[in-house]
């Protein structure tokens, strides 16, 4: 069966610090992958997509930016954050042909202080 | 994709069918309704999907009218468990998940 990881679960981070967020999914093979983001209260936000390894989608201008090394490993990162990065941070997955339900992880709860 | 309206919040009594409803009144005829949850702190979990006809899962059913510009989503006997967003959406099949816009959905509360 497949499984989708994301670590870490919560982070705090000073203003200006950097970021790296990952995700890897299991038991499936060149699978689309996303990136979200929650804040409070909010729905979610699609911020990147990937169909492919090096191929990266961005949805919103931001000072985020994702890389996809491996097949299914999928990177967030940022080399300086802001306060409005705060949120939870989702990371899913869909089979390239289909019917295209997405499988999210279990997120990221990211705190810039 | 097309845009979706949904009520801000419902309750619902514990182990009667809740009903949740979605007005996507200007669909196109090849986009399908999807329907997700999100449990508090969790990410969201796909439910069910359909096309224009109706279509029932060990989760859920999906009720979509005959001119496919509202659906109703039953959850037949809710549980405690079930208190959740729950985000109706549509999209077109073939885009794999892209472009998938989550609203601001429908906040259930299942009350004992």
């Known amino acids: 069966s497949q499984t989708i990881h994301q670590w870490p679960a919560t982070l705090v981070q000073p203003v200006g610090s950097p970021l790296s967020l990952e995700c890897t999914v299991e038991?499936?093979?060149?699978?689309?992958l996303y990136w979200y983001r929650q804040a409070a209260g909010r729905g979610l936000q699609l911020l990147f997509y990937s169909v492919g390894i090096g191929q990266i989608s961005s949805e919103v201008p931001q000072n985020l930016s994702a890389s996809r090394p491996q097949d299914r490993q999928f990177i967030l990162s940022s080399k300086k954050l802001l306060l409005s990065d705060s949120g939870f941070y989702l990371c899913?997955?869909?089979?390239?042909?289909?019917?295209?339900?997405?499988?999210f992880g279990p997120g990221t709860r990211l705190t810039v202080t | 994709d097309a845009k979706t309206t949904q009520p801000t919040s419902m309750d619902c009594a514990e182990g009667r069918a809740a009903n949740l409803p979605c007005n996507h009144s200007t669909i196109s005829g090849n986009e399908y309704v999807y329907w997700y949850r999100q449990i508090h702190s969790q990410g969201p979990q796909y439910i069910i999907h359909?096309?224009?006809n109706n279509e029932t899962n060990e989760m859920a059913s999906l009720i979509i009218t005959e001119d496919r510009k509202s659906s109703t989503l039953i959850l037949p006997h809710a549980t405690l468990r079930d208190t959740a967003v729950y985000y109706c959406i549509v999209r077109l099949l073939n885009t794999g998940g892209f472009k998938t816009i989550f609203g601001a959905g429908t906040r259930l509360f299942v009350k004992a």
């Open positions: 359909g096309l224009k």
């Open positions: 899913a997955w869909s089979v390239l042909r289909g019917v295209g339900e997405q499988y």
């Open positions: 038991g499936t093979s060149n699978p689309n």
